[in-house]
């Protein structure tokens, strides 16, 4: 990542004596949270002079970052939810030299948060955590990972998969989301899709439901199994959706080998993302009147990254572009914490202007 | 069910004194054991006479039943299913006025039994608790529920769904299987698999990616929750595939209300429970030569269980029978557990008379 680039510049290091132990008085910072489903990344970022956004600097300047393990509270619970924050947040403003009182806005970027109760209760966590004047922002993931796209701003579609898969868009004022339910509610275009879905192949194939795949020779070698009979004890030992989604690269090279099987699984989950992308752009209405208009597509997650196998990503946005000529792919550059903390500069920018800047 | 109507015929109630307080010196007894997803039933059958199978009393005497909760290692972990075991066996013994020597063989259906390790496994646990004696047998639970439709016999292909679904077949000696994975390895004909495709439906309607469905209000209505969005932290509250799989009914009624996409759901399931008998008859050539050989299907399990409104066991055997005429459907009488006891009754009686008997 380019996150560290600029830190020299802007940190506390040993030979940049500051006054107050920080960086000059009245110094004032931004934290941008990342909490993603394996772990938590926390960017201090300085508060730069509101201007247009496309003025700020690309890649912004990052004085500290802090990872720490997963900060979710549907998946780890709600103590160890809050202790993991703490945690991160600490480390990130000690590596800037900043304490909590210099921050001026917080903005976290959250798998799990899918109502507004959901979004209540992380507020009040981080309220403890920061005197009163301190904005907070608290987002569902895909928010940050569009900002990280689009340098904060607000507009178009985000397509995210990795364990899991979401698509998320804005225009003007609205909002509208698809997917992101978990397993139970049908992410079949996730890395967990995918992979139970090649997981089932291989028992189909194997009690005489469906043809014969590679997947299965695949599979076995990859968990150090020897039997598919074993995979049954092997999903129940972990319920982990990351471990399921980690066999998403065994799908690819069966599919790129030529097996049926896994390319069939491969252009479902391309199907169903494209769709997701579509209930959302025509929710929206972001293509326009004639369906031409033109709008970014922020795409992230393992499953959408670029490789030389079989492209998900690309044949995601190759579908997309036949539906909208007017979608335009764009791959951040840098990590979401960092589109959270733009998306606090964004919402404290906004709040100082007025509400006619999103 | 029947299990309790012989049982003054044979049991020890206060008026019968028995020498050694049970059935005379000498007596002999039999447990089954079923081992389900949320219960554990044990009950005692005096040792009858060998003789040809068609001349068991049916019912089968029971002297005495327990039940207790779940005993599945792989849901509750082995110390649990440990003392679940002990607690319903003790219990079946105490009401009948047997001890464990006066055993003479034990049969335990149980589901999760996917893998000789877990034969094994279970088996020790069993050895334990019997002197060694007494014969001890671990199957599948829907070999036990076969035995409760076919007095103990095993010929023929039994077909479970409830909260899971499995397919098991027995010709000569030879036995087949399909399904019974679990959510993860795609049994989409159980109850687990209709209520998570009526979930997703949901959520679909909701987002945009597909037609609006009865579905939403009444499933709602039944989790008396007030909007889709709400689904997803009901679903991350509590995994239990049982809790999901409640929600059959509502897809049942909804499909008979007219609704579209719970009638897809249940064709859907209809064509999967379908296939995973097609599967264990083709490889059994339970069908003979030329696909009209006579062979029994036992049916169990609550998807599967008449009633007025959609009935997904009728369409299930109608399907079957199109594929195979011969196919002759059998809904059990008793429950499980007996069949255990009657499998348990065979197994010694095919040990005593050689191994020509099955």
Known sequence: MNSQRNTEKWGCGKDEPHENGGHGSGSEFLLGLDGGATSTICVCMPLLPFSDQADLPNPPPILGRAVAGCSNHNSV?????????????????????????????????VSGVNHPTDQERILIWLREMFPSHVKLYVQNDAVAAMASGTMGKLHGCVLVSGTGCIAYGFADDKE?????????????????????????????AHDGRDSQTML?????????????????????????????????????????????????????????????????????????????????????????????????GKEV???IQKLYPGAHLIRPKMEPAIGAALLAWNFLMKESQGDNYC
Chains 1, 2 share one sequence.
């Open 77 to 109: 619970g709600e103590t160890a939810a809050r202790v993991t924050l703490e945690q991160v947040i600490t480390e990130a403003l000690s590596k800037s030299c900043a304490d909590r009182s210099s921050v001026r806005a917080v903005c976290l970027g």
């Open 176 to 204: 509208a989301r698809a997917a992101g339910g978990g397993p139970i509610l049908g992410d079949w275009g996730s890395g967990y899709g995918i992979a139970a879905q090649a997981l089932t192949a291989v028992i189909r």
């Open 216 to 312: 299965t020779t695949r599979i076995l070698k990859a968990l150090h199994l020897s039997s598919p009979d074993e995979l049954i004890g092997w999903t129940y030992a972990d319920p982990s959706w990351a471990r399921i989604a980690a066999l998403v690269p065994e799908v690819k090279s069966c599919a790129e080998d030529g097996d049926q099987i896994a390319h069939n699984i491969l252009v479902n989950a391309v199907q169903e993302l494209t769709l997701c992308v579509k209930a959302v752009v025509e929710r929206l209405n972001l293509c326009g009147a004639d369906g031409s208009g033109s709008f970014p597509i922020v795409m992230v997650g393992g499953v959408l990254e670029t490789n030389k196998s079989w492209d998900v």
């Open 317 to 319: 946005i190759n579908s």
